[in-house]
């Protein structure tokens, strides 16, 4: 089965970029999204189709993918981004959906 | 605007069958696929599946054994029943909008979610 592969735990300072990596075979020929979870709370996605901003999502949100690897980018990260995000990707061979294992970031 | 409501019962007993129902208001279900999601206590996102209003459905193989879905159009809702239950069961369930174009998709809206317990 499909897998993907997220750090468990990502630190960076205010203001500074934060970069959260999901790894799979070939997830670059496959369209990524992420999503933002905070305690409590439903998951929100913030990028889908791999570099694309729901309405409502702050420009310092942003996505790549290529090769094995797609790439949440928070610039100017701020204290409210502190949350748990998740990759999610559809293999289509299966044809299913799957999840990362989820990424905490931390600010401070 | 897209509105999606879990509702069912919060505690279930080993071995029975774990039953929920979202729903939708803001959209009708005849359009989009409709999912379940859930989320063990402390843990991450798993997909348990999906269901179309023609009755498609898709289910993670890892609980396909016991995974039914349904669809209700008359009440616009959506239905998820999990047999067998066990501890391992235990979280909290999201029903969620799928966005489907064929070479991906995402989930863009989602329910509050409703936390199940299986316990004696």
């Known amino acids: 089965s499909y897998e993907l592969t997220q750090p468990p735990s990502v630190s960076v300072s205010p203001g500074q970029t934060a970069s959260i990596a999901c790894s799979g075979d070939?997830?670059?020929?496959?369209?990524a999204c992420w999503y933002q979870q905070k305690p409590g709370q439903s998951p929100v996605l913030v990028i889908y189709q791999d570099t694309k901003r729901p309405s409502g999502i702050p420009e310092r949100f942003s996505g790549s993918n290529s090769g094995n690897t797609a790439t949440l980018t928070i610039s100017g990260t701020q204290a409210m981004d502190e949350a748990d995000y998740y990759c999610?990707?559809?293999?289509?061979?299966?044809?299913?959906?799957?999840f990362g294992g989820g990424t905490k970031l931390t600010v401070l | 605007q897209v509105q999606l409501q879990e509702s069912g019962p919060g505690l279930v007993k080993p071995s029975e069958t774990l039953s929920l129902t979202c729903t939708v208001s803001?959209?009708?279900?005849?359009?989009?696929?409709w999912n379940w999601i859930r989320q063990p206590p402390g843990k991450g996102l798993e997909w348990i599946g999906y269901i179309y209003y023609s009755g498609d459905t898709n289910y993670n193989p890892s609980l396909k054994s016991r995974v039914t879905m349904s669809l209700d159009t008359s009440g616009n809702q959506f239905s998820l029943k999990l047999s067998s239950v066990t501890a391992a069961d235990t979280a909290v369930y999201y029903c969620?909008?799928?966005?489907?174009?064929?070479?991906?998709?995402?989930?863009?809206?989602w329910g509050q979610g409703t936390l199940v317990t299986v316990s004696s």
């Open positions: 969620a909008r799928d966005d489907y174009y064929g070479s991906g998709r995402h989930f863009d809206f």
């Open positions: 999610q990707a559809w293999d289509s061979s299966t044809p299913h959906v799957v």
């Open positions: 803001g959209v009708s279900i005849r359009s989009y696929y």
């Open positions: 070939k997830l670059g020929d496959k369209y």
